[in-house]
């Protein structure tokens, strides 16, 4: 599947360097994320749990080649907003570059009011498959490392700890070309050149 996606996208665009991206969005919450914490041996630790019921989206791609990403926080997961978030992923995108987007096949990747723009190319995951997505492993980075075990008293409060969180998880170009180039992603690159 994403060898003849990149091989068809080449062609399509030959004068274009291929830029292989995944993207998903997470919902976090102020009922955040319970982890494991160092305890003595024998303890049972005690850890924040909030019962709010408010949240925030997090819009995330990943270029697992390279280790680049580029995100967004917003307040809700809907085709407007995708809009917004494709548009602003097409504007990072160099000149000379053509981007091929691996989304999941929620309502506002597959819409009919969807506009991508002219410099990316959408392919669909299959369905009930997030193993697929690197991007999801991003979100697991997120709430374990800096999100989980906490208290947010407001949604402001969330909100700026989930912006601290992307941009230091963002910095990590290393870490997340580690985490996200899964070897049969690099496997497809090498297959369709």
Not at 43 to 54: E, F, G, K, L, S
Request: net charge negative.
């Amino acid at each position: 599947m994403l060898p003849e996606a990149i091989k068809q996208v080449k062609k399509q665009f030959p004068d274009k360097a291929l830029h292989l991206w995944f993207q998903d969005e997470a919902r976090i919450g102020q009922q955040g994320t319970l982890c494991r914490v160092w305890a003595e041996r024998g303890r049972c630790p005690r850890a924040i749990r909030q019962t709010n019921y408010q949240w925030t989206y997090l819009f995330g791609s990943v270029c697992p080649m390279t280790g680049d990403s580029h995100g967004w926080r917003m307040p809700y997961a809907n085709t407007p907003i995708m809009n917004l978030y494709l548009n602003d992923f097409a504007k990072q995108l160099a000149s000379d570059a053509h981007a091929l987007l691996v989304m999941d096949g929620a309502g506002w990747h597959d819409s009919k009011e969807l506009e991508i723009p002219a410099n990316v190319s959408i392919l669909l995951l299959p369905p009930y498959s997030p193993e697929l997505n690197p991007a999801e492993l991003i979100w697991r980075q997120l709430r374990q490392r800096k999100l989980s075990n906490r208290l947010y008293p407001t949604l402001d409060d969330l909100e700026a700890a989930v912006d601290e969180a992307w941009v230091w998880i963002s910095e990590q170009h290393e870490e997340l070309s580690s985490l996200c180039l899964f070897p049969w992603i690099k496997s497809a690159l090498i297959n369709s050149i």
